[in-house]
């Protein structure tokens, strides 16, 4: 049982380059998160989805892009890095809205 | 909007002993969850405790507990028998019942443990 995993964990982009963050929860929850956590701001919503196939905004979605096609997967996309988007971002699943949250370690993301 | 505020950005204690790190939050919900998060150098975010608003009874785990004042929209925590293993980050955080589904952080309190 691996929990939470958040592939990759560190990346470099240039200002520009696109990427997608890959976040994979092995214990069949319907909700997941993405969060960025800069310093001195604790951890912002960017996006979230209530089960496979939905996508909601979250309190920063500008620059970002997700999709859910599998419960189990929870993807985050950039189409175009922006410096102001240098984070480190983290993934969350719970099995439902009240349930306590499991957190992903982690992708630190530098976009020069 | 919910608002979570923790104005201790840093604070350190002893071994050993207790240290109490303050959380006040801004809402209109009658109905919602508080959270304490703990993220050690690992940056891994550990729930710690948490609590219903519906409850009166302080929730605790183990050295952790709680004094939250519900009038006062409150939510401490307190940290018993302090161990160096404690040292982290620790974030307070606002869940609203029904509908949102979403978590709202306070910026944090950065808690050394000195042996």
């Known amino acids: 049982n691996a929990g939470v995993t958040q592939t990759p964990k560190f990346r470099v982009l240039k200002t520009g380059q696109s990427m997608t963050l890959l976040c994979a929860q092995d214990?069949?929850?319907?909700?997941m998160y993405w969060y960025r956590q800069d310093p001195g701001m604790g951890l912002r919503l960017i996006h979230y989805?209530?089960?496979?196939?939905?996508?909601a905004k979250g309190e920063v979605p500008d620059g970002y892009n997700v999709s859910r096609l599998k419960k189990q997967n929870f993807l985050l996309g950039l189409e175009s890095a922006a410096p102001s988007q240098t984070s480190v971002y983290f993934c969350?699943?719970?099995?439902?809205?009240?349930?306590?949250?499991?957190f992903g370690p982690g992708t630190r993301l530098t976009v020069l | 909007a919910q608002t979570v505020t923790q104005s201790q950005p840093e604070m350190s204690v002893q071994e050993a002993e207790t240290v109490t790190l303050s959380c006040t939050y801004d809402?209109?919900?009658?109905?919602?969850?508080l959270f304490w998060y703990k993220q050690p150098p690992s940056r891994q975010m550990i729930l710690v405790i948490r609590?219903?608003?519906?409850?009166?009874q302080n929730a605790t785990e183990n050295r952790f507990s709680v004094n939250f004042q519900k009038a006062a929209k409150s939510f401490s925590l307190k940290i018993s028998d302090s161990q160096l293993g404690d040292t982290a980050m620790y974030f307070c955080a606002f869940m609203k019942q029904g509908g949102s589904e979403k978590l709202v952080f306070g910026k944090g309190t950065k808690l050394t443990v000195n042996p």
């Open positions: 989805s209530v089960g496979e196939g939905t996508t």
């Open positions: 214990m069949n929850h319907e909700y």
């Open positions: 809402t209109s919900e009658n109905n919602y969850y």
């Open positions: 609590q219903e608003a519906y409850k009166q």
């Open positions: 969350a699943s719970s099995a439902s809205g009240y349930n306590e949250q499991f």
